[in-house]
């Protein structure tokens, strides 16, 4: 099966970016960042607020593929300050089951896509199997 784009028609959606890609058994969810449906960024200077919208927006992406945060086994974090990753978890504890946690990574980075944004999410996830 070739690999098939899954998209959200409730996200902005930049030219030339898919919101996920899924091949075989596995969905690959692009990073994700806390623009709200117009593209506006979210929280403008607060990493928790900007960490909720943008698993806000990773889960309407999970949701168009028939999946949701039980089936990821992989978070990738890019965030501008590492020092805020207190915030980055609360929110995160807010849409992952802390019993059985994902895979994940957190890398501190100088810049992102937009001067606003303070972090992006990207996902790996295995999709449920449909008989």
Known sequence: MAPEAVTSPTLSTPAGY?????AGGLLF????????ESGAVVGVGDM?????????????VLEAAGASFA?????????RDVSRVVDVRAAR????DLKNPPA???????GLIHPDLLI???AVVELPVTP
Not at 93 to 96: H, K, Q
Not at 104 to 110: D, R, T
């Open 120 to 122: 992006e999410i990207e």
């Open 18 to 22: 898919r919101h996920a890609m899924r």
């Open 71 to 79: 089936d990821v086994v992989k978070l990738t974090y890019f965030v």
């Open 104 to 110: 994940s990574s957190l890398v501190e980075v100088s």
């Open 48 to 60: 928790r607020a900007q960490a909720v919208q943008t698993f806000r927006n990773l889960g309407t």
């Open 29 to 36: 969810v692009s990073g994700q960042v806390p623009f709200d």
């Open 93 to 96: 504890d807010e849409f992952v």
